[in-house]
């Protein structure tokens, strides 16, 4: 496509989970600028369908939507389902994730963690399986999972959040090291504080000081996980498996 201006992903299909989202719709466009057929899964049908029209009217691309609760057990048919709409899937982003405090003083908190792992990390797990298993098949495949800064760093009140958000940590390399052989990368991105929707349960003076903490000096946006998601979807990233890269302005280095 002409309007490749990153990494052509022409002729490639990705499944994106949390499409309508921030960082999920950001994703969406970005990859479908670089030429990628989409299948796109939220649980907000109306927002897919308002994202699905606006790609399909400015990028010859095609464009599939799937509506699925991730925390039921509809999860487990997605992949396979996704197959059937749009063919070989050559790119999985597990982008969907529960943002919420939680409250140790609370009876709430076990129901919580149950949610937040089904939902951040579970979901995850058994897309990533699919996934595997069928790009497999290909030799080819691209699974990118999104993580937080929260699985390094912690969060006051966001324990079940950050708690499920390392797990992806260790999932992504026992499947790096298993299907790197097959010609499948699978690799994590761990934002910093990213200003969408999500991030409003925190207080304007919350978020000024989580801004404060970033060298660069603002928070990030969803295009700024968008790019090194394209980047972990090219064929440029072919020697990069089982890490996870940090986008956050700075706020955490190694």
Not at 98 to 110: A, I, P, Q, V
């Amino acid at each position: 496509m002409d309007n490749c201006s990153l990494f052509c992903l022409c002729g490639r299909t990705a499944l994106i989970t949390g499409a309508a989202g921030g960082i999920g719709e950001a994703t969406a466009k970005t990859l479908s600028e670089q030429g990628a057929n989409l299948v796109l899964v939220d649980i907000k049908e109306d927002k897919l369908s308002e994202i699905s029209n606006n790609i399909k009217s400015k990028y010859n691309n095609k464009v599939d939507t799937i509506c699925c609760d991730l925390s039921k057990e509809e999860v487990k048919q997605l992949f396979s389902k996704a197959e059937k709409q749009a063919g070989k899937i050559d790119i999985l982003v597990n982008n969907a994730g529960l943002f919420k405090s939680d409250d140790w003083n609370t009876g709430t908190n076990e129901s919580y963690l149950h949610l937040a792992m089904k939902i951040n990390f579970e979901a995850q797990f058994i897309l990533c399986q699919d996934a595997a298993k069928s790009m497999a098949k290909y030799k080819f495949g691209r699974i990118i999972n999104v993580a937080s800064i929260g699985a390094f760093i912690g969060g006051y009140k966001f324990a079940c959040y950050c708690a499920s958000k390392s797990a992806i940590l260790g999932l992504i390399k026992s499947l790096a090291l298993e299907y790197s052989k097959h010609g499948i990368t699978v690799n994590c991105v761990a934002p910093g504080v990213i200003d969408t929707p999500m991030i409003n349960i925190l207080t304007d003076e919350e978020k000024e000081i989580n801004r404060s903490m970033v060298p660069v000096g603002r928070l990030g946006n969803p295009q700024d996980i968008a790019n090194m998601i394209a980047f972990l979807a090219s064929n440029e990233s072919e020697y990069i498996t089982g890490q996870t890269m940090h986008v956050n302005g700075g706020m955490l280095m190694y």
